[in-house]
């Protein structure tokens, strides 16, 4: 998976699984949204979060379903 992920993609990462989906207003950020997005957009490059569009056309990231062995 090259390097491991760090302490604060780790923490998104765990806040995500837990309440399952990340959006505009879903209740929860890390830091601020900003910040929230550009952690979650790293984990989508490393193949650990997936994003879909809802029907207002806010990107929802979701964890993928691949789990860590």
């Known amino acids: 998976m090259g390097?491991?992920?760090?302490n604060v993609q780790e923490s998104v990462?765990?806040?995500l699984k837990r309440h399952g989906s990340f959006h505009p207003w879903c209740?929860?950020?890390w830091d601020n949204y900003?910040?929230?997005v550009r952690v979650l957009d790293s984990l989508?490059?490393?193949?650990?979060?997936e994003?879909?569009?809802n029907s207002r056309g806010h990107t929802v990231y979701k964890p993928t379903e691949v789990d860590d062995a």
Request: aromatic share 4%; net charge positive.
């Open 3 to 6: 390097r491991p992920l760090g």
């Open 13 to 15: 990462l765990d806040s």
């Open 27 to 29: 209740g929860w950020v």
């Open 34 to 36: 900003g910040g929230t």
């Open 44 to 49: 989508v490059r490393r193949g650990l979060v």
């Open 51 to 53: 994003t879909s569009v």
